[in-house]
């Protein structure tokens, strides 16, 4: 489906944060005018040589997806940057990608004013769709190319009233997602490594997909 100029007005809302902050992320989303979102269970990969000492290498952690138009969308990330402190180390990530089409919702409303998100590219997510078992070597791999770690979701979405038909996707339990974000000079040097060792150009072993990121807080060197 190609895209249109109405779709380009609306983004996705990615909030990656400890276990337990995602119910509070959609709270204070709504508060922003966002109406809903998908909440999502897994586990980040961090590389610290401290922490490897200590055993403690997986974080359990929420993913929240959230989808509104521009407005709504600096709106809720300065808000919940300013609650939430993404702005200092440990306190978690949240980025926005654009949407190429969307259906199914009409929760979210276009303004004629809308403002275009055509700034400068810095960063891609990079999406990693495997069989269960696989997301680690999916991180080693990439780490392998520059990535210092990623997020595991292995969990199915729950979606909240009406945007349930927007993120209520099918992911099989045998299945498990990887989310890297990765600095644009390195996304094709990770997504090849990855392709490389998970021979992921054979059927059935997986798919990667790389979205360009619009707005980001709590992503440091």
């Known amino acids: 489906m190609m895209p249109n100029e109405k779709t380009r007005h609306f983004e996705i809302i990615y909030v990656i944060v400890k276990f337990g ?5 959609l709270k204070e ?9 998908t909440l999502f ?3 980040g990969t961090i590389s610290n040589r401290i922490l490897n000492l200590l055993s403690i290498t997986d974080m359990r952690k929420e993913i929240v997806m959230m989808i509104s138009n521009q407005k709504t969308t600096k709106k809720a990330m300065e808000h919940l940057n300013k609650v939430f402190r993404f702005d200092k180390p440990n306190h978690g990530i949240v980025f926005t990608t654009s949407l190429t089409s969307l259906m199914g919702t009409r929760s ?6 809308e403002e275009r998100g055509d700034g400068e590219i810095m960063y891609q ?11 680690e070597d999916v991180i080693k791999a990439a780490q392998k190319a520059g990535s210092k770690g990623g997020t595991i979701i292995n969990a199915r979405g729950s979606g909240i009233h009406e945007t349930d038909k927007l993120f209520s996707m099918d992911i099989e339990p045998e299945k498990e997602i990887v989310m890297i974000l990765s600095d644009e000079d390195y996304t094709e040097p990770i997504c090849n490594k990855i392709r490389a060792e998970l021979k992921i150009d054979e059927p059935g072993n997986g798919i990667i997909f790389v979205q360009d990121v619009n707005r980001t807080y709590g992503i440091y060197e």
Do not use: F, H, T, Y
Not at 108 to 113: A, F, M, N, R, V
Not at 125 to 135: L, R, S
């Open 41 to 43: 269970i897994g586990r």
């Open 29 to 37: 989303a709504k508060k922003c005018g966002v109406s809903g979102g």
């Open 125 to 135: 997510n990079i999406i990693v769709i495997v069989d269960k078992g696989n997301a």
């Open 108 to 113: 979210c409303q276009i303004e004629d004013d």
């Open 21 to 25: 902050l995602g119910s509070k992320i």
